[in-house]
């Protein structure tokens, strides 16, 4: 149902208005809600220019039937020395509970894992949105504790729910 590609420029206006713009999509994430079009050419810029770096795993997620992006997911954080990648992800509001961003994320594991080598995935959420936590889980991450305010957000500070899988599981 999905396609995961790099980011282009082409794909502000859709990045913008499929689920940037929005404080609902925006609430539990580490970066604001854009409030113009131009937020958005910065950050497909960024992505854009990050892939210089081939070790930089950040993709848009297409909904075939509809032919543009809907979310993005990627690893915001890459730590070479444990063999780590921490997954981020996000996806519109009219795309919530479809199964779309747990599908992504069972893709990107296995290409971390099988194409790139990657030992642990690991990602995290805000427990006031748990939802986030059943996506981890339904990609076969599993549950390994909570961090007490160890974590903050568009909210504040807040707690962590950490989640994870190893190569070998």
Known sequence: RLILRRFVMGDAEAVFKNWANDPAVTKYL???????INESKGWCEHNVNSYVDEKYYSWVIILKILGEPIGSIGAVK?????????????????????????????AVVKFLFEKVGVNRIESRHDPCNPNSGKVM?????????????????????????????????
């Open 137 to 169: 889980e339904k990609a076969g991450l599993k549950y390994e504790g909570l961090l007490k305010q160890a974590d903050w957000n568009n909210q504040g500070i807040c707690d962590a729910a950490y989640y994870a899988l190893m190569a070998d599981e």
């Open 78 to 106: 890459f730590d070479e020395k444990t063999s780590m990648a921490h997954i981020g992800y996000c996806i519109g509001k009219a795309w919530w509970r479809q199964g779309y961003t747990s599908e992504a994320l069972k």
């Open 30 to 36: 580490m970066w604001p809600t854009h409030e113009s």
